[in-house]
């Protein structure tokens, strides 16, 4: 299973934020459209403070994701796959003790990282045997306003000196992804350019041709 997962990371594409603290019903029908495009994963972001029977919404996600076999991680939280069916973790920094985590949960899972603009953390990252990295913000963005803003230069820097899938994030919309196509990057990670939109399928369908796009003009130069 390990392996299946990683390839469906690895592989890139559309990877979809989801916040909890939206309306369940809303969220679980435009995720259940998405999930029909074959994105490569699902992050639940862990904004989690007074949602009403967050277990059930959680079981929810998982079983949805595992029905469309598309990996399914949490934010931070990693002690949520002990008790949930989650594939893996996203951390927004590296953890203390990688090895320890792993040897809690006592199972195989997906791990990722935000970088920022810190290329040491990129490189950790590789060492700790990681499976991908994650660059926030791309671009001003009301959801990731936590996130600095990531510059070229940095995400050029990391995919030369690692061989981790990068995933894109914040601010990311269809009028100016394609201002990205000088980097090198498996993915792009959407929260609310894809969960506010009226028609979440057909953003996605243009979110993944921009993607795949990429990535054949990339292989092909």
């Known amino acids: 299973m390990e392996l ?8 890139g594409g559309v990877y979809l934020v989801v916040d909890p603290s939206m309306s369940k019903e809303k969220l679980l029908q ?19 403070n007074n949602i009403d029977n967050v277990d059930a919404l ?14 399914v991680l949490i934010n931070n939280q990693w002690q949520l796959l002990k008790q949930y069916d989650f594939d893996g973790i996203h951390f927004d920094e590296l953890p203390q003790d990688i090895q320890a985590i792993k040897q809690e ?3 195989d899972f997906i791990c990722g990282v ?6 040491t953390v990129a490189e950790k990252a590789a060492a700790m045997q990681f499976d991908y990295v994650s660059f926030c913000s791309m671009f001003p963005s009301s959801t990731s306003n936590s996130c600095e803003l990531v510059s070229f230069e940095t995400v050029q820097k990391v995919t030369a000196v690692t ?16 201002s990205l196509n000088e980097l ?8 609310s350019g894809i969960m506010s939109a009226e028609n979440p399928q057909l953003i996605t369908q243009q979110y993944q041709q921009k993607i795949n796009q990429h990535i054949y003009d990339k292989q092909n130069h």
């Open 105 to 107: 949960i006592g199972k």
């Open 184 to 191: 090198n990057y498996a993915g792009i990670a959407v929260i």
């Open 58 to 71: 959680l079981k929810s996600i998982c079983d949805l994701c595992a029905k469309h076999n598309t990996p």
């Open 30 to 48: 435009k995720l259940s459209i998405v999930l029909l495009e074959n994105i490569c994963a699902v992050q639940v972001w862990d904004n989690m």
């Open 114 to 119: 935000t970088c920022n603009n810190e290329i």
């Open 163 to 178: 061989n981790l899938p990068v995933f894109l994030a914040g601010g990311i919309r269809l009028e100016n992804i394609d």
């Open 4 to 11: 299946k997962m990683k390839t469906e990371i690895a592989k």
